[in-house]
Protein backbone atom coordinates (compact mmCIF):
# COMPACT_ATOMS: atom_id res chain seq x y z
CA UNK A 1 0.00 0.00 0.00
CA UNK A 2 1.20 3.45 -1.01
CA UNK A 3 1.91 6.35 1.34
CA UNK A 4 2.73 9.90 1.04
CA UNK A 5 5.44 11.91 3.39
CA UNK A 6 5.15 15.14 3.88
CA UNK A 7 6.78 18.26 6.11
CA UNK A 8 6.71 21.82 6.16
CA UNK A 9 7.88 23.90 3.40
CA UNK A 10 9.39 27.51 4.16
CA UNK A 11 8.40 29.07 0.19
CA UNK A 12 6.46 28.11 -2.67
CA UNK A 13 8.12 29.52 -6.38
CA UNK A 14 6.68 26.89 -8.84
CA UNK A 15 5.86 27.21 -12.38
CA UNK A 16 4.19 24.34 -14.15
CA UNK A 17 0.51 22.62 -15.84
CA UNK A 18 -1.52 20.30 -13.74
CA UNK A 19 -2.92 16.83 -16.04
CA UNK A 20 -6.18 17.04 -18.17
CA UNK A 21 -9.47 17.93 -16.87
CA UNK A 22 -11.25 14.60 -15.61
CA UNK A 23 -14.96 15.67 -15.76
CA UNK A 24 -13.91 16.90 -19.53
CA UNK A 25 -11.90 13.66 -20.54
CA UNK A 26 -15.01 11.14 -19.44
CA UNK A 27 -16.70 13.73 -21.79
CA UNK A 28 -14.26 13.63 -24.49
CA UNK A 29 -13.80 9.91 -24.94
CA UNK A 30 -17.85 9.33 -24.67
CA UNK A 31 -18.76 11.99 -27.35
CA UNK A 32 -16.00 10.77 -29.51
CA UNK A 33 -16.88 7.36 -29.36
CA UNK A 34 -20.67 8.53 -30.61
CA UNK A 35 -19.07 10.61 -33.42
CA UNK A 36 -18.76 10.11 -37.11
CA UNK A 37 -15.41 9.34 -37.53
CA UNK A 38 -12.00 9.96 -36.19
CA UNK A 39 -11.76 11.89 -33.27
CA UNK A 40 -8.49 13.19 -32.00
CA UNK A 41 -7.91 14.34 -28.41
CA UNK A 42 -4.77 15.92 -26.75
CA UNK A 43 -4.21 16.23 -23.13
CA UNK A 44 -6.53 13.37 -22.25
CA UNK A 45 -6.57 12.87 -18.88
CA UNK A 46 -4.50 9.17 -18.19
CA UNK A 47 -5.89 8.56 -14.98
CA UNK A 48 -7.66 5.82 -13.43
CA UNK A 49 -11.23 6.83 -13.90
CA UNK A 50 -10.80 7.99 -17.31
CA UNK A 51 -8.97 5.08 -18.66
CA UNK A 52 -12.09 3.32 -17.34
CA UNK A 53 -14.42 5.42 -19.68
CA UNK A 54 -12.13 4.82 -22.66
CA UNK A 55 -12.40 0.99 -22.45
CA UNK A 56 -15.59 0.81 -21.80
CA UNK A 57 -16.27 3.15 -25.12
CA UNK A 58 -13.77 0.29 -26.79
CA UNK A 59 -15.95 -2.39 -25.33
CA UNK A 60 -18.92 -1.12 -26.83
CA UNK A 61 -16.66 -0.99 -30.41
CA UNK A 62 -14.67 2.59 -30.46
CA UNK A 63 -11.33 1.64 -30.47
CA UNK A 64 -8.79 3.99 -29.54
CA UNK A 65 -5.41 4.26 -30.62
CA UNK A 66 -2.17 5.89 -28.08
CA UNK A 67 -0.20 8.83 -30.06
CA UNK A 68 1.60 9.53 -26.73
CA UNK A 69 1.11 8.54 -23.28
CA UNK A 70 2.21 9.93 -19.94
CA UNK A 71 4.94 7.17 -18.47
CA UNK A 72 3.36 4.75 -15.74
CA UNK A 73 0.24 6.11 -16.35
CA UNK A 74 -2.07 6.06 -20.06
CA UNK A 75 -2.64 7.84 -22.87
CA UNK A 76 -2.58 11.48 -23.12
CA UNK A 77 -2.76 12.11 -26.92
CA UNK A 78 -5.22 9.68 -28.45
CA UNK A 79 -7.45 9.06 -31.50
CA UNK A 80 -11.16 7.34 -31.19
CA UNK A 81 -12.62 5.82 -33.63
CA UNK A 82 -16.09 7.11 -33.48
CA UNK A 83 -19.21 4.73 -34.16
CA UNK A 84 -21.59 7.10 -35.93
CA UNK A 85 -23.92 6.58 -32.86
CA UNK A 86 -24.24 2.62 -33.71
CA UNK A 87 -22.63 0.58 -30.25
CA UNK A 88 -21.75 -2.76 -29.94
CA UNK A 89 -22.98 -4.99 -27.48
CA UNK A 90 -19.95 -5.43 -25.18
CA UNK A 91 -18.96 -9.31 -24.55
CA UNK A 92 -18.23 -8.48 -20.52
CA UNK A 93 -19.49 -6.28 -17.94
CA UNK A 94 -18.17 -3.37 -17.78
CA UNK A 95 -15.64 -1.99 -14.91
CA UNK A 96 -16.03 1.84 -14.09
CA UNK A 97 -13.65 1.44 -11.16
CA UNK A 98 -13.93 4.18 -8.52
CA UNK A 99 -15.96 6.62 -10.49
CA UNK A 100 -19.16 7.94 -10.08
CA UNK A 101 -19.05 10.14 -13.40
CA UNK A 102 -18.04 7.26 -15.77
CA UNK A 103 -20.76 4.93 -14.35
CA UNK A 104 -23.52 7.39 -14.78
CA UNK A 105 -22.74 9.13 -17.48
CA UNK A 106 -22.49 5.54 -18.76
CA UNK A 107 -25.72 4.38 -17.60
CA UNK A 108 -27.48 7.06 -19.57
CA UNK A 109 -25.52 6.37 -22.55
CA UNK A 110 -26.29 2.87 -22.42
CA UNK A 111 -30.25 3.10 -21.49
CA UNK A 112 -31.22 3.68 -24.82
CA UNK A 113 -29.42 1.11 -26.37
CA UNK A 114 -30.85 -2.17 -28.71
CA UNK A 115 -28.26 -4.63 -26.54
CA UNK A 116 -28.34 -5.10 -22.63
CA UNK A 117 -25.42 -3.86 -20.66
CA UNK A 118 -23.81 -4.13 -16.98
CA UNK A 119 -21.60 -1.63 -15.18
CA UNK A 120 -20.03 -2.56 -11.67
CA UNK A 121 -17.25 -0.48 -9.91
CA UNK A 122 -15.06 -1.17 -6.91
CA UNK A 123 -16.55 -1.06 -2.96
CA UNK A 124 -16.85 2.49 -2.44
CA UNK A 125 -18.69 2.99 -5.93
CA UNK A 126 -20.96 0.43 -5.39
CA UNK A 127 -21.72 1.70 -2.25
CA UNK A 128 -23.22 5.13 -3.79
CA UNK A 129 -26.41 6.23 -4.87
CA UNK A 130 -27.26 5.09 -8.71
CA UNK A 131 -31.20 5.94 -7.73
CA UNK A 132 -30.70 9.52 -8.68
CA UNK A 133 -30.06 8.30 -12.92
CA UNK A 134 -32.33 5.52 -13.26
CA UNK A 135 -34.82 7.36 -12.09
CA UNK A 136 -35.12 9.53 -14.61
CA UNK A 137 -33.65 6.94 -17.40
CA UNK A 138 -36.56 4.60 -15.66
CA UNK A 139 -39.34 7.39 -16.60
CA UNK A 140 -37.62 7.91 -20.18
CA UNK A 141 -38.65 4.06 -20.61
CA UNK A 142 -34.91 1.97 -19.35
CA UNK A 143 -34.90 -0.88 -17.44
CA UNK A 144 -32.28 -0.66 -14.98
CA UNK A 145 -31.79 -3.18 -12.18
CA UNK A 146 -29.56 -2.06 -9.32
CA UNK A 147 -28.07 -5.18 -8.01
CA UNK A 148 -25.98 -4.08 -5.21
CA UNK A 149 -25.85 -5.18 -1.57
CA UNK A 150 -26.93 -2.13 -0.98
CA UNK A 151 -30.48 -0.62 -2.11
CA UNK A 152 -29.96 1.60 -5.14
CA UNK A 153 -26.55 0.57 -5.47
CA UNK A 154 -24.42 -0.74 -8.22
CA UNK A 155 -24.02 -3.33 -10.29
CA UNK A 156 -26.32 -1.45 -12.62
CA UNK A 157 -27.97 -4.07 -15.27
CA UNK A 158 -29.38 -2.28 -18.11
CA UNK A 159 -31.97 -3.60 -20.36
CA UNK A 160 -31.69 -0.88 -23.41
CA UNK A 161 -35.02 0.11 -24.64
CA UNK A 162 -36.39 2.81 -27.04
CA UNK A 163 -36.91 5.91 -24.77
CA UNK A 164 -39.37 8.39 -24.75
CA UNK A 165 -38.32 12.00 -24.21
CA UNK A 166 -39.15 13.74 -20.20
CA UNK A 167 -38.94 16.98 -18.93
CA UNK A 168 -37.01 16.15 -15.87
CA UNK A 169 -36.68 18.41 -12.64
CA UNK A 170 -33.81 17.20 -10.40
CA UNK A 171 -34.18 16.91 -7.26
CA UNK A 172 -30.17 17.30 -6.42
CA UNK A 173 -27.50 20.14 -8.33
CA UNK A 174 -26.03 17.93 -10.28
CA UNK A 175 -24.27 17.57 -13.64
CA UNK A 176 -23.68 13.82 -13.45
CA UNK A 177 -27.36 13.66 -13.90
CA UNK A 178 -27.84 16.53 -16.30
CA UNK A 179 -25.21 14.33 -18.33
CA UNK A 180 -26.95 11.06 -17.93
CA UNK A 181 -30.86 12.19 -19.09
CA UNK A 182 -29.43 14.23 -21.72
CA UNK A 183 -26.87 11.66 -23.16
CA UNK A 184 -29.92 9.38 -22.92
CA UNK A 185 -31.89 12.11 -24.81
CA UNK A 186 -29.54 11.59 -27.78
CA UNK A 187 -31.25 8.48 -27.86
CA UNK A 188 -34.74 9.36 -27.25
CA UNK A 189 -37.30 10.27 -30.41
CA UNK A 190 -38.03 14.31 -29.68
CA UNK A 191 -36.60 16.41 -26.99
CA UNK A 192 -35.73 15.78 -23.62
CA UNK A 193 -35.45 18.61 -20.86
CA UNK A 194 -33.96 18.38 -17.92
CA UNK A 195 -34.05 21.17 -15.34
CA UNK A 196 -31.31 21.84 -12.75
CA UNK A 197 -32.15 23.26 -9.37
CA UNK A 198 -29.02 25.17 -9.40
CA UNK A 199 -26.16 25.50 -11.79
CA UNK A 200 -24.02 22.72 -12.31
CA UNK A 201 -20.90 22.47 -14.60
CA UNK A 202 -21.69 22.96 -18.04
CA UNK A 203 -19.12 20.44 -19.97
CA UNK A 204 -21.48 18.37 -21.51
CA UNK A 205 -23.04 21.60 -22.73
CA UNK A 206 -20.08 23.17 -24.11
CA UNK A 207 -19.21 19.27 -25.67
CA UNK A 208 -21.85 18.49 -27.39
CA UNK A 209 -22.01 22.23 -29.52
CA UNK A 210 -18.11 21.42 -30.22
CA UNK A 211 -19.66 18.04 -31.82
CA UNK A 212 -22.48 20.15 -33.70
CA UNK A 213 -25.29 19.04 -31.22
CA UNK A 214 -27.68 21.73 -30.30
CA UNK A 215 -28.83 22.13 -27.22
CA UNK A 216 -31.25 24.99 -26.06
CA UNK A 217 -30.63 26.63 -22.87
CA UNK A 218 -33.41 28.26 -21.23
CA UNK A 219 -32.49 29.68 -17.70
CA UNK A 220 -32.08 26.12 -15.89
CA UNK A 221 -33.54 24.14 -18.62
CA UNK A 222 -31.30 21.95 -20.94
CA UNK A 223 -33.00 20.52 -23.64
CA UNK A 224 -31.58 18.18 -26.38
CA UNK A 225 -33.30 16.73 -29.40
CA UNK A 226 -32.86 13.37 -30.17
CA UNK A 227 -31.66 12.21 -33.72
CA UNK A 228 -28.78 14.45 -33.82
CA UNK A 229 -25.08 12.86 -35.33
CA UNK A 230 -22.02 14.02 -33.74
CA UNK A 231 -19.77 15.38 -35.55
CA UNK A 232 -15.78 14.44 -35.60
CA UNK A 233 -13.57 16.73 -34.03
CA UNK A 234 -10.34 17.47 -32.53
CA UNK A 235 -10.19 18.12 -28.67
CA UNK A 236 -8.05 19.64 -26.71
CA UNK A 237 -8.50 19.12 -22.56
CA UNK A 238 -7.87 22.05 -20.12
CA UNK A 239 -5.72 21.15 -17.15
CA UNK A 240 -8.00 20.19 -14.23
CA UNK A 241 -8.62 23.22 -11.92
CA UNK A 242 -10.02 20.78 -9.21
CA UNK A 243 -6.20 19.34 -9.23
CA UNK A 244 -4.84 22.91 -9.42
CA UNK A 245 -6.86 23.97 -6.29
CA UNK A 246 -4.39 21.44 -4.27
CA UNK A 247 -1.30 23.70 -5.00
CA UNK A 248 -3.15 26.89 -5.44
CA UNK A 249 -4.42 26.69 -1.84
CA UNK A 250 -0.68 25.82 -0.91
CA UNK A 251 0.40 28.80 -2.31
CA UNK A 252 -2.23 30.66 -0.95
CA UNK A 253 -1.75 30.15 2.31
CA UNK A 254 1.72 30.55 2.38
CA UNK A 255 2.61 34.56 2.49
CA UNK A 256 5.71 35.76 0.42
CA UNK A 257 4.88 32.47 -2.53
CA UNK A 258 4.69 32.79 -5.96
CA UNK A 259 3.06 29.98 -8.04
CA UNK A 260 1.98 30.09 -11.61
CA UNK A 261 -0.53 27.09 -12.85
CA UNK A 262 -0.31 27.15 -17.35
CA UNK A 263 -3.40 26.17 -19.35
CA UNK A 264 -5.93 25.56 -16.48
CA UNK A 265 -9.81 25.33 -17.65
CA UNK A 266 -10.93 28.66 -16.31
CA UNK A 267 -15.13 27.41 -17.18
CA UNK A 268 -17.03 29.90 -14.98
CA UNK A 269 -18.87 27.01 -13.33
CA UNK A 270 -15.55 25.77 -11.54
CA UNK A 271 -14.04 28.67 -10.57
CA UNK A 272 -15.59 29.39 -7.29
CA UNK A 273 -12.43 27.97 -5.98
CA UNK A 274 -10.47 30.85 -6.81
CA UNK A 275 -13.21 33.83 -5.88
CA UNK A 276 -13.53 31.97 -2.87
CA UNK A 277 -9.22 31.99 -2.03
CA UNK A 278 -9.26 35.48 -2.90
CA UNK A 279 -11.80 36.49 -0.90
CA UNK A 280 -10.22 34.71 2.09
CA UNK A 281 -7.16 36.94 1.25
CA UNK A 282 -5.07 35.76 -1.81
CA UNK A 283 -3.82 37.37 -4.48
CA UNK A 284 -4.49 36.56 -8.04
CA UNK A 285 -4.03 37.48 -11.53
CA UNK A 286 -5.58 35.50 -14.50
CA UNK A 287 -3.44 35.84 -17.93
CA UNK A 288 -3.72 34.21 -21.36
CA UNK A 289 -7.25 33.73 -21.14
CA UNK A 290 -8.89 31.76 -24.67
CA UNK A 291 -11.10 29.41 -25.36
CA UNK A 292 -11.71 26.43 -27.52
CA UNK A 293 -15.30 25.32 -26.35
CA UNK A 294 -13.77 25.74 -23.25
CA UNK A 295 -11.93 28.47 -21.64
CA UNK A 296 -8.42 28.01 -20.90
CA UNK A 297 -5.58 30.69 -18.79
CA UNK A 298 -2.64 30.97 -16.52
CA UNK A 299 -3.82 31.70 -13.07
CA UNK A 300 -0.93 32.88 -10.92
CA UNK A 301 -1.33 33.07 -6.99
CA UNK A 302 0.90 34.96 -4.25
CA UNK A 303 0.66 33.81 -0.87
CA UNK A 304 -1.26 36.18 1.96
CA UNK A 305 -2.40 35.71 5.76
CA UNK A 306 -5.73 34.13 4.72
CA UNK A 307 -8.70 35.11 6.76
CA UNK A 308 -11.58 32.47 6.80
CA UNK A 309 -15.14 32.91 4.74
CA UNK A 310 -18.74 31.61 4.77
CA UNK A 311 -19.27 29.69 1.26
CA UNK A 312 -22.54 30.74 -0.13
CA UNK A 313 -24.89 28.35 -1.39
CA UNK A 314 -24.81 28.85 -4.90
CA UNK A 315 -21.02 28.67 -4.85
CA UNK A 316 -21.42 24.98 -3.39
CA UNK A 317 -22.13 22.84 -6.65
CA UNK A 318 -19.15 25.22 -8.33
CA UNK A 319 -17.08 24.39 -6.38
CA UNK A 320 -17.69 21.00 -4.54
CA UNK A 321 -14.80 18.35 -5.27
CA UNK A 322 -12.36 21.35 -3.69
CA UNK A 323 -14.20 21.59 -0.40
CA UNK A 324 -11.30 18.97 1.09
CA UNK A 325 -8.39 21.22 0.00
CA UNK A 326 -10.54 24.22 1.06
CA UNK A 327 -11.21 23.32 4.33
CA UNK A 328 -7.33 22.69 4.91
CA UNK A 329 -6.87 26.56 3.67
CA UNK A 330 -9.62 27.71 6.33
CA UNK A 331 -7.36 25.58 9.17
CA UNK A 332 -4.80 27.64 8.00
CA UNK A 333 -6.82 30.83 7.86
CA UNK A 334 -7.80 33.07 10.71
CA UNK A 335 -10.75 33.42 12.21
CA UNK A 336 -14.48 31.36 10.95
CA UNK A 337 -15.19 29.70 7.76
CA UNK A 338 -18.83 27.78 7.55
CA UNK A 339 -19.44 25.48 5.06
CA UNK A 340 -23.24 24.66 4.76
CA UNK A 341 -25.42 23.17 2.24
CA UNK A 342 -23.00 20.86 0.97
CA UNK A 343 -24.44 17.28 1.93
CA UNK A 344 -23.65 15.69 -1.01
CA UNK A 345 -20.15 15.83 0.14
CA UNK A 346 -21.78 12.63 1.93
CA UNK A 347 -22.50 10.50 -0.90
CA UNK A 348 -18.77 11.22 -2.92
CA UNK A 349 -15.80 8.59 -3.23
CA UNK A 350 -16.10 8.44 0.70
CA UNK A 351 -18.16 10.59 3.02
CA UNK A 352 -16.02 14.11 2.91
CA UNK A 353 -17.56 15.32 6.00
CA UNK A 354 -16.82 12.78 8.13
CA UNK A 355 -13.20 12.17 6.77
CA UNK A 356 -12.57 16.08 6.52
CA UNK A 357 -13.23 16.76 10.24
CA UNK A 358 -12.02 13.50 11.39
CA UNK A 359 -7.98 14.42 9.33
CA UNK A 360 -8.36 17.80 10.70
CA UNK A 361 -9.30 17.22 13.92
CA UNK A 362 -6.30 14.64 13.89
CA UNK A 363 -3.75 17.64 12.75
CA UNK A 364 -4.86 19.70 15.61
CA UNK A 365 -7.53 21.76 14.09
CA UNK A 366 -10.79 23.00 15.72
CA UNK A 367 -13.96 21.52 13.61
CA UNK A 368 -17.22 21.72 14.30
CA UNK A 369 -19.10 18.54 11.81
CA UNK A 370 -22.98 19.49 10.45
CA UNK A 371 -25.16 17.23 8.79
CA UNK A 372 -24.32 19.68 5.81
CA UNK A 373 -21.09 20.53 6.33
CA UNK A 374 -18.75 22.01 9.02
CA UNK A 375 -17.40 24.70 10.36
CA UNK A 376 -13.85 25.41 11.51
CA UNK A 377 -12.10 27.60 13.35
CA UNK A 378 -9.00 28.43 12.18
CA UNK A 379 -5.27 29.46 13.15
CA UNK A 380 -4.57 26.61 15.17
CA UNK A 381 -1.20 25.52 14.31
CA UNK A 382 -1.23 21.85 12.71
CA UNK A 383 0.88 19.17 13.76
CA UNK A 384 1.73 15.53 11.90
CA UNK A 385 -0.63 12.90 12.06
CA UNK A 386 -1.03 9.59 10.67
CA UNK A 387 -3.42 10.20 7.94
CA UNK A 388 -6.18 7.56 6.23
CA UNK A 389 -7.21 8.32 2.84
CA UNK A 390 -10.25 5.81 3.01
CA UNK A 391 -9.23 5.47 -0.38
CA UNK A 392 -10.79 8.94 -1.57
CA UNK A 393 -7.94 10.78 -3.89
CA UNK A 394 -9.49 14.01 -2.84
CA UNK A 395 -8.91 13.01 1.22
CA UNK A 396 -5.17 12.13 0.18
CA UNK A 397 -3.99 15.48 -1.88
CA UNK A 398 -5.44 17.58 0.50
CA UNK A 399 -4.20 16.29 4.04
CA UNK A 400 -0.50 15.88 1.93
CA UNK A 401 -1.03 20.26 1.34
CA UNK A 402 -1.74 19.97 5.14
CA UNK A 403 0.92 18.55 6.04
CA UNK A 404 2.82 21.43 4.02
CA UNK A 405 2.02 23.43 6.78
CA UNK A 406 2.11 21.03 9.93
CA UNK A 407 4.91 20.44 12.88
CA UNK A 408 6.29 16.90 11.97
CA UNK A 409 6.45 14.03 9.52
CA UNK A 410 2.86 13.87 7.55
CA UNK A 411 2.34 10.47 6.82
CA UNK A 412 -0.68 9.96 4.33
CA UNK A 413 -1.55 6.32 4.14
CA UNK A 414 -3.27 4.77 1.14
CA UNK A 415 -2.49 6.58 -1.67
CA UNK A 416 -2.85 4.76 -4.55
CA UNK A 417 -6.05 6.29 -5.61
CA UNK A 418 -4.31 9.67 -5.99
CA UNK A 419 -4.28 7.90 -9.76
CA UNK A 420 -8.20 8.25 -10.08
CA UNK A 421 -7.66 11.72 -11.21
CA UNK A 422 -4.21 13.05 -10.71
CA UNK A 423 -1.18 10.97 -12.18
CA UNK A 424 2.13 12.11 -11.39
CA UNK A 425 1.19 14.08 -7.91
CA UNK A 426 3.55 12.70 -6.45
CA UNK A 427 5.65 13.59 -8.58
CA UNK A 428 4.74 17.40 -8.58
CA UNK A 429 4.48 17.19 -4.57
CA UNK A 430 8.05 15.87 -4.35
CA UNK A 431 9.27 18.82 -6.18
CA UNK A 432 6.79 21.64 -4.35
CA UNK A 433 8.95 19.30 -0.90
CA UNK A 434 12.51 19.72 -2.64
CA UNK A 435 11.87 23.22 -3.33
CA UNK A 436 12.68 22.99 -6.83
CA UNK A 437 11.27 25.78 -9.22
CA UNK A 438 12.07 25.11 -12.95
CA UNK A 439 9.25 23.71 -15.02
CA UNK A 440 11.68 20.88 -16.22
CA UNK A 441 11.14 20.05 -12.09
CA UNK A 442 7.32 19.24 -12.61
CA UNK A 443 7.26 17.95 -15.94
CA UNK A 444 5.56 14.37 -16.31
CA UNK A 445 8.05 12.20 -18.76
CA UNK A 446 6.14 11.05 -21.94
CA UNK A 447 6.22 8.29 -24.53
CA UNK A 448 5.45 8.91 -28.35
CA UNK A 449 4.14 6.00 -30.00
CA UNK A 450 4.23 8.10 -33.82
C1 LIG B 1 -18.84 15.70 -12.05
C2 LIG B 1 -19.84 16.27 -11.32
C3 LIG B 1 -19.81 16.41 -9.85
C4 LIG B 1 -18.40 16.24 -9.30
C5 LIG B 1 -17.70 15.06 -9.92
C6 LIG B 1 -17.58 15.23 -11.43
C7 LIG B 1 -18.99 15.58 -13.51
O1 LIG B 1 -20.62 15.41 -9.26
O2 LIG B 1 -18.43 16.10 -7.91
O3 LIG B 1 -16.40 14.90 -9.40
O4 LIG B 1 -17.98 15.34 -14.20
O5 LIG B 1 -20.11 15.73 -14.00
P1 LIG B 1 -22.22 15.54 -9.18
O6 LIG B 1 -22.77 15.51 -10.55
O7 LIG B 1 -22.66 14.35 -8.39
O8 LIG B 1 -22.49 16.82 -8.48
Known sequence: MSELRVTAIASLHAEFSVPGDKSISHRAAIFSGLANGLCSIRNFLPSEDCINTLNAMQALGARYEVLEELSGYGP???VIHGRSMQLSAPTTPIDCGNSGTGMRLLAGLLAGQSFDSELFGDASLSSRPMGRVTNPLGQMGARIETRGAK???????????????????????????KSAVLLAGMFA???????????????????????????????????IDGGQMPQACEFSVPGDISSAAFWLVAAAALPGSRLLLKDVGLNPTRTAILKVLGRMGAHMIETNQHATGE????????????????????EIPNLIDEIPVLAVAAALASGRTLIRNARELRVKETDRITTVVNNLRAMGAEVIE???GMEIQGGHPLHAAEIDSFGDHRIAMAFAIAGLFAEGETIIRNTECVNTSYPGFAHHLQAILEQRSTPDAFTLPTHSHL
Not at 151 to 172: D, E, K, N, R
Not at 207 to 218: E, K, R, V, Y
Not at 297 to 302: A, D, M, P
Open 370 to 372: FDD
Open 151 to 177: PGCAPLFIHGSALTPITYQMPVASAQV
Open 295 to 314: PVGNVEIHGAPLTGTTLLAE
Open 189 to 223: KGTTTVIQPAETRDHTERMLAAFGIATHQDGQAIS
Open 76 to 78: NQL
